[in-house]
């Protein structure tokens, strides 16, 4: 499987780098890109080397993390629209914390299930009104798209979708070599507010 991570500035890493981890354990090849290509440092200073993306090929599937530098994309015309190209090319796509955001500026998620980072969550909610927000998910699955809540959250996500791509004892199997505790159940959401 081909992932294609896509990176803009102040991104956050663990956002990036933890479904990563998940991804690579399950034989994914990872291709780091962005909008214009060269390096992109993370909101923490981490940086990577880029190449610009122009189009995706079949079966790909695209990451996309959250991260401070979401707010200024969602204005973003131009950033906008090639995602929109992105996301409709891709095979499958995962989102992470406010990568949800992104997605659902697009229009891409609009009458879908999705969840996002619950501190920032009534902004993310405006930036899709026609998205179906999930406040108690700790990670969404509709259709193609996987969303998922806060930062960690992302590999929760990754994993559940290797679980649904490569089997439950294989995402289980990764889990124990990273010795991560998985929380299996998307609704098991601690950080969501009280109903």
């Known amino acids: 499987m081909d992932c294609y991570c896509l990176l803009f500035a102040d991104y956050d890493a663990l956002d990036l780098m933890g479904p990563v981890e998940m991804l690579q354990h399950a034989g994914a090849s990872l291709h780091y890109v962005s909008q214009h290509g060269g390096l992109v440092r993370s909101r923490a200073g981490f940086e990577v080397m880029t190449t610009a993306l122009t189009t995706l090929p079949a079966q790909a599937l695209l990451l996309v993390p959250g991260g401070q530098g979401t707010r200024a994309l969602v204005q973003d015309a131009h950033f906008l629209q090639a995602l929109r190209q992105w996301v409709t090319q891709a095979h ?82 990764i889990a124990r070599h990273c010795e991560y505790l998985w929380s299996e159940n998307p609704q098991d959401d601690p950080f969501a507010a009280p109903l």
């Not at 879908?112 to 980072?117: D, I, V, Y």
């Not at 998205?131 to 193609?144: E, N, S, T």
């Open 92 to 173: 499958t796509v995962l989102s992470v914390c406010t990568g949800a955001a992104l997605l659902a500026a697009t229009g891409a998620l609009d009458g879908l299930r999705a969840t996002s980072n619950k501190k920032a969550f009534a902004w993310v909610q405006g930036c899709g009104p026609q998205v179906l927000w999930q406040p108690r998910a700790r990670w969404v699955q509709a259709g193609k798209f996987h969303t998922s809540s806060g930062v960690s959250a992302g590999m929760d996500m990754a994993l559940a979708f290797i679980a649904g791509r490569c089997g439950l004892e294989e995402a289980r199997r």
